[in-house]
């Protein structure tokens, strides 16, 4: 079991930045796979980035990648997207999730939305 809790959305213009933060409790962090999900106004939700739990391994969709660096902290818990050279298309709520496999999230935290203006 772990609950997640996402912080640092907000509003930039296009080609700013945004730091991301998904801080979770729980005895049993080191142990998930971290990822970032994003749903935007109308549509599904999309895949961003996610990350192993040991940080051997990285992924991002490719509609981010090299604009977005995904790292964790195992002994703080936390998990952090920096999200750079953001575009209107980043316009989201995004989701932090836990799972033992990427892809397969079992826990979710409530969403921090980004708007991106033009």
């Known amino acids: 079991q772990v609950d997640l809790v996402e912080s640092g959305g907000g509003w930039v213009q296009a080609g700013g930045s945004l730091s991301l933060s998904c801080v979770a409790s729980?005895?049993?962090?080191?142990?998930?796979?971290i990822g970032w999900i994003r749903q935007a106004p109308g549509k599904e939700r999309e895949f961003v980035s996610a990350?192993?739990?040991?940080?051997?391994?990285?992924y991002y969709a490719d509609s981010v990648k090299g604009r977005f660096t995904i790292s964790r902290d195992n002994a703080e818990k936390t998990v952090s997207l920096q999200m750079n050279s953001l575009k209107p298309e980043d316009t989201a709520i995004y989701y932090c999730?836990?799972?033992?496999?990427?892809?397969?999230?079992?826990?979710w935290g409530q969403g921090t939305q980004v708007t991106v203006s033009s």
């Open positions: 999730a836990a799972g033992d496999y990427i892809g397969e999230w079992d826990y």
């Open positions: 729980g005895d049993s962090f080191t142990r998930y796979a």
């Open positions: 990350i192993s739990w040991s940080r051997a391994n990285t």
